[in-house]
């Protein structure tokens, strides 16, 4: 499986754009991208996920590299609710995910 | 929508006691995964299952065990209870051929 880098921490102010970077330099073919975010010790939620076009949900947008070594998540308008740990996780063929430490992101009013 | 239910949410434990943790994955979901997060952690794969039978494996320790039931309903067994079993155990689901896996609550497992 591949494996991701992300940034520890970042900040954003409420009302902003978060853009998150991921890198996964590793990533193969078929493997997807995935993004979940973890708030306080809530279980692990479902964001977005693509294979190599950009994507958007209600949630946010996923912009992913011609090459697919990157990719960033965008909040749109984030808000303080959306601070928490955000992983970003690259799958293939219903594997179990390796979460790396993911990126802590502090919304502040 | 009806999403992964764990129970019980808390449990309490003395070392070397035994503990079962139950995972009820959404309606239709055939494949359960089983995560452990120690504390001021990332989450670690334990143990996966598809239509009732292991599917893949992960760092789970020899004195845990699992299983997969008819009704897709999953049960985490453990046995001889350490202090560093002391974490929050996420269940996880998916459908096959729908990729993306949906996570339950979170059981607090606290040994003392």
């Known amino acids: 499986d591949a494996k991701t880098t992300q940034p520890p921490s970042m900040d954003c102010a409420e009302g902003r754009a978060a853009n998150l970077p991921c890198n996964h330099s590793?990533?193969?073919?078929?493997?997807?991208v995935y993004w979940y975010r973890q708030i306080h010790s809530q279980g692990p939620q479902y964001i977005i996920h693509?294979?190599?076009n950009n994507e958007t949900n209600e949630m946010a947008s996923l912009i992913i590299t011609e090459d697919r070594k990157s990719s960033t998540l965008i909040l749109p308008h984030a808000t303080l609710r959306d601070t928490a740990v955000y992983y970003c996780?690259?799958?293939?063929?219903?594997?179990?995910?390796?979460f790396g430490s993911g990126t802590k992101l502090n919304v502040k009013p | 929508a009806a999403g992964v239910i764990q129970s019980p949410r808390h449990l309490i434990k003395e070392k070397r006691e035994t503990a079962t943790l139950k995972c009820y994955p959404i309606?239709?979901?055939?494949?359960v995964y089983w995560y452990q997060q120690g504390p001021g952690q990332d989450p670690q794969f334990l143990i996966s299952?598809?239509?009732?039978?292991?599917?893949d494996k992960g760092s789970i320790p020899d004195r845990f065990s699992a299983q997969q039931f008819s009704d897709y309903h999953s049960e985490l067994n453990m046995s001889s209870l350490e202090l560093g079993d002391s974490a929050l155990y996420f269940c996880?689901?998916?459908?096959?051929?729908?990729?993306?896996?949906?996570f339950g609550p979170g059981t607090r497992l606290l040994v003392l």
């Open positions: 590793t990533i193969s073919g078929n493997e997807y």
């Open positions: 309606p239709r979901h055939d494949t």
């Open positions: 299952f598809y239509e009732k039978m292991q599917s």
């Open positions: 693509g294979l190599k």
């Open positions: 996780i690259v799958l293939y063929n219903f594997n179990k995910f390796y």
């Open positions: 996880a689901s998916l459908i096959r051929g729908e990729e993306t896996q949906y």
